[in-house]
């Protein structure tokens, strides 16, 4: 988590406290609506708490996918020079056989 997250979270914390405040007070504000202002402040903290915990998890998925890619670009490099090395091997058996054939067909 960044300091910038939690920056973000605490101003909408204080933006829900100033907006209920003013809207509040367009009305007749008592004491009694303190509540209010307390439950929109609690509201927004678990909704700015709510994001942070889904922009952790989606960070920690998208490192077990990096994970993941990199395990099966390696898997696959091997699985690449494994093949290449068994075709050089086929490849130079068929040369022979070619060669032997060849000479056999000349003599």
């Known amino acids: 988590m960044e300091t910038r997250d939690l920056i ?9 406290f100033v907006l209920t405040y003013e809207w ?3 009305f ?9 202002i307390l439950s929109a402040m609690v509201m ?11 922009d952790m998890r989606l960070r920690k998925i998208d490192n077990m996918l990096e994970a ?4 099966l670009r390696i ?4 699985v690449e020079n494994n093949l290449d090395a068994r075709m050089n091997e086929v ?10 054939m060849d000479r056999r067909r000349y003599r």
Do not use: C
């Open 91 to 100: 490849l130079i058996k068929m040369d022979d056989v070619m060669d032997s």
């Open 24 to 26: 509040l007070g367009r």
């Open 8 to 16: 973000f979270s605490v101003v909408m914390v204080v933006s829900s």
């Open 44 to 54: 927004v903290g678990a909704l700015a708490g709510m994001i942070l915990l889904v």
């Open 28 to 36: 007749k504000y008592s004491p009694a609506n303190a509540l209010i």
């Open 68 to 71: 993941k890619e990199r395990s």
């Open 75 to 78: 898997n696959v490099q091997s």
